[in-house]
Structure formats: structure tokens, C-alpha cells
């Protein structure tokens, strides 16, 4: 059996005017043909499980190109077909393969075209008629008809935060494996939830329903359930939540299968939601706790969803009330990194943090502060995986206020992102971390109180105020009520 695997990722943020060109992938991760070499981060894992897998079996593997970004906007077109193309290309030289699994996020959007994957799984199917394809998607995915037509296997991370991407994985290798030998006819289908908006699964209806996902796979001739959220900072026609279910040989079940759970989802959409407080009113619950560290997150500013990763209008608010006793992070701000780093370490500097990529970063702030720590090459864990971290430098402030700047967008994972820089967080009263739900697990034990804040930013959770262009206003929260009921009604009286 031919193995052929590889790796593209990156979420595109089309409300973010920062382009997505080749550098971002540089120095975050790019490799060519041996990242399974290399130790692991969240969509590498996969790559890990499929080369493990597959020697196991004694089968030949082509392993290609591993690029991998931090989310910003969209990707330059000629990035997107350099990347595109060396798959395509080492594909080609291998010969085609029997199989063919891609670890792709879903959301990837380039100068010229609006569904990335849609385009490569396309050019794939193109190349290899008779393979066997199959995807494993970023849960936060745009799950598109033209996926769905040219791969035979589509599977999405059930948790988010994601640690699960070994298990998905391995998932996709086994359905991929018995359909290859003809044990399984994968069949899929999908249903528009007509929802926008992002849902952590680790706790309440959402903890319940991801569950029910898993339960609902036990069932004869089901095969796999994925629910995809959507990633809603992406104005695109596909753009929010699909539910997707793949029965053996079965269209009418998959079909019944996606609609009941994704109609199901929709009826729990209050209940999957979360409520994120004020900046004011988290600032008022961290100032007024006996106990710390009060962990906020600036969900405003999340790198990971597409933000510049330096806003300042915490900072400035935390500032502003005089609290102290605050570490606040990570920032990137790389003019900072270097002015810090050719003062060296111990010296007192006038800085000015953040605020420089737009509106959406806010006004830069200016501080006066001692360099405490400079260091380069850390990581930080997602998970089983690792992700960098790049050059990072602790700033200490009058107030016991430490600040972290890095020279590479990323959000806050784990606390080991700031502890290993010297900072003691359970000593600290207030934790500001840049970041929206990866860190939660990780900061819950640590921390007396997690608070999630509606911070502005380039990833504002104020979803039925965003200007989407490219898909109708009937999704919630946009309009309220029974959508479908709304779309049935509509549907009648054009007949």
C-alpha cells in the first residue's frame, strides 16, 4: 500500500489587514518532507500517527510539505501556490499513492481563492482518480460542498481546545485503511446549522453534546460524526457551523444523521454559547478577589483567531485603575524585542508596547521598565505538541507589573509559556494572558478564577455585528428564533 501524507495550515482572518505570505510559515514551521523528524506540534501530530501507522503495516510512505502559520489574513496568492504546488508536485514524483491523508486546517484563504483545502483536495483527486483521500480538519473549518465532493474521508477535531488530534488521527488512518481494502464505502453529508460563533467543549451542554457525538458513532452504519464551528472572523459563503456524519454505503442515513444532530446543536444554541464579561466588570471581579492569581483572557486580541497579537486596551484599563501586582502577555511587539535585546538584560528602558499594527491594536502605551529576562528557542505545549514560542522578553514595572513581548505572534497556551522566563504566577494576583480558550485547561490549575473578557480587538466575539458579505443574515445570533422554521416559511411562498 502507497502512503502519501502531508501538512498545510493556517486560519485566515479576512477582517485582518495583515497578510499571510511565506515568511509567517518560515518561521513559524516549514518543512520538506521530514517534519515527522521533528518533534510534534498540533498539526503535526497527525503526520506522527500516519508514518507510525504505516511502517507498522509495512506499507511505502511519500511524506511532503509541512507549512504551518499563525492566523493573520489572507495568504498572498503566490505563497499559497508555492505551497500548494510542492505537494502537488512531490505527489506527482511519487507516482500518485493508494492513499492519501492531509492534515489541513479548513479555513485557509488566499488573494484568489476562498476555499483552500477545497482547491488542493480537488487537484489531489485530479492527480489520483482512484485513491482514497482523506482530511483531517481544524474543528474551527469552513466545511465546504467542493471538500465534501473530491475526498472520500473528512474528519474534524471534536475538542477545543484541541487535544485531540492523535486520536482524530488515528481515526482517519483506520476508516482510511478498511476503505482501502474494501471493508468500508464511506458516504457523507453535511447540514448548515446556520450558526456563528465559537463553543468550548470541555465544559456544560457543549461537554454533553460532544458526547453525544461519540455516542452517536456506536450506532450501525454510522462511521464518524464531526461538527465543524466555523471559523466566524472570515467573510465567506460558507463561513459557520456544519454538522457532518459519514455512514458505510449509506446516503439517506448520513443525511437523517447530520440534519437531526445539527438541528439538535441549533436547539441548544443558547445553552453552548458562553457569556463573556465587560473589560470593566472583569477588572471589578479581579480587583475585588481575596485570592489569586485571577487569570483574564483578552479574547479581543487572540492571535490565534487572527488578531495582531498587540492590543493594548487592557494594559491600558489595568493601568488606568492603579491594580498591581499583574503579569500581562504575551504581546507581540518585535520592536521591542530588539530595543531589549541590544540593552541586555538588567538594563532600565522607556518602552512604548503595543498598539502598532492598527485600530484594532489600540493607542501604544508607554512604560518605564527594568529587562529582567531575555531568552529564544522555548516552546510551549498544545496538547502533545509543542509550539514555538520565538524571542521573548519579561519587562518588570513599577507595581510588581510584569509585561511579556515576543518577537512571534502567538497566543497563550499553557503557564509554562510565562513561568519559564522567572515569573512566579502563583504569586501573582492578576494573570492577563492573550488568548481565548486554549489556555483554559491548562491555567484551571493554577489558577483561583478564570474570567473570560469580551476585550475589543481583531477578534471581537460580537458576531451578529460583523459585516459578512458573502453568506445571508439568516444565522444566529444575527436573527433570533427558530431559523429553520424562518427558512421553511421563505421556501413555501417562493414556491
Known amino acids: 500500500m502507497r502512503l502519501f501524507i502531508a501538512t498545510l495550515s493556517t486560519e485566515t482572518n479576512t ?132 471538500m465534501m465532493d473530491a475526498c472520500d474521508l473528512i474528519i474534524c477535531f471534536k475538542e477545543y481546545p484541541h487535544d485531540d488530534a492523535s486520536d482524530r488521527a488515528e481515526e482517519l488512518f483506520d476508516l482510511a485503511h478498511r476503505t482501502a481494502v474494501g471493508q ?32 452517536y458513532e456506536k450506532k450501525p452504519g454510522i462511521l464518524s460524526i464531526s461538527l465543524a464551528h466555523g471559523f466566524p472572523w472570515a467573510d465567506v459563503k460558507d463561513v459557520g457551523a456544519r454538522m457532518l456524519a459519514v455512514t458505510d454505503d449509506n446516503a439517506n442515513l448520513a443525511a437523517q444523521t447530520a440534519e437531526t444532530l445539527g438541528k439538535e446543536f441549533f436547539d441548544l444554541r443558547h445553552d453552548v454559547t458562553d457569556q463573556f464579561v465587560s473589560m470593566e466588570m472583569a477588572l471589578d471581579i479581579a480587583e475585588s478577589a481575596t485570592r489569586g492569581p485571577v487569570v483574564l483572557a483578552d479574547m479581543g486580541d487572540n492571535s490565534g483567531g487572527g488578531a495582531p497579537g498587540d492590543a493594548t486596551f487592557l494594559l491600558r484599563a489595568t493601568l488606568d485603575r492603579g491594580l498591581t501586582n499583574v503579569v500581562t502577555g504575551i504581546f507581540w511587539d518585535p520592536v521591542v524585542v530588539r530595543i531589549c535585546e541590544d540593552a541586555g538584560e538588567g538594563a532600565t528602558l522607556n518602552l512604548r508596547i503595543g498598539g502598532k499594527t492598527g485600530l484594532a491594536s489600540g493607542i501604544p502605551v508607554d512604560i518605564s521598565g527594568t529587562v529582567m529576562k531575555i531568552a529564544d528557542g522555548l516552546g510551549q505545549h498544545l496538547g502533545l505538541g509543542l509550539e514555538p514560542l520565538g524571542k521573548m522578553v519579561w519587562i518588570r514595572c513599577e507595581n510588581s507589573l510584569d509585561i511579556v513581548v515576543n518577537d512571534l505572534r502567538t497566543q497563550v497556551y499553557h503557564p509554562e509559556a510565562l513561568e519559564q522566563l522567572g515569573i512566579d504566577l502563583s504569586e501573582k494576583s492578576i494573570v492577563c494572558v492573550k488568548s481565548m480558550f486554549h489556555f483554559f485547561t491548562p491555567f484551571q490549575k493554577i489558577a483561583a478564577q478564570i474570567v473570560q473578557v ?16 458573502k453568506r445571508d443574515n439568516c444565522f444566529w445570533p444575527k436573527n433570533s428564533g427558530n431559523i429553520f422554521a424562518q427558512t421553511s416559511a421563505q421556501s413555501l411562498m417562493s414556491d
Request: aromatic residues 6%; contains cysteine.
Open 15 to 146: 477582517f485582518c489587514t495583515m497578510p499571510t505570505g511565506m515568511s509567517g510559515f518560515e518561521e513559524y514551521f516549514l518543512r520538506h518532507g521530514d517534519a515527522s523528524k521533528s518533534q510534534p506540534n498540533l498539526m503535526t501530530e497527525a503526520l506522527h500517527v500516519w508514518r507510525r501507522n504505516a511502517e507498522a503495516l509495512g506499507w511505502s510512505i511519500t511524506e511532503s510539505l509541512a507549512a504551518i502559520a499563525e492566523p493573520a489574513g489572507p495568504t498572498i496568492a503566490s505563497c499559497y501556490k508555492a505551497l500548494r504546488d510542492e505537494i502537488l508536485g512531490d505527489l506527482e514524483k511519487a507516482g500518485g499513492a493508494d492513499i492519501v491523508l492531509l492534515q489541513l486546517h479548513g479555513a485557509m484563504i488566499s488573494q484568489q481563492v476562498e476555499d483552500c483545502e477545497g482547491d488542493i483536495v480537488a487537484c489531489v483527486r485530479n492527480l489520483c482518480p482512484d485513491a482514497v483521500i482523506g482530511i483531517s480538519l481544524d474543528l474551527h473549518c469552513h466545511l465546504t460542498q467542493k
Open 454 to 469: 469580551a476585550t475589543p480587538g481583531g477578534t471581537s466575539q460580537d458576531f451578529a455585528t460583523l459585516r459578512y458579505s
Open 184 to 215: 468500508i464505502k464511506p458516504t457523507m453529508a453535511m447540514f448548515d446549522c446556520n450558526m456563528i460563533n465559537v463553543y468550548l467543549t470541555k465544559t456544560g451542554a457543549m461537554r454533553k453534546f460532544v458526547d453525544g457525538m461519540s455516542t
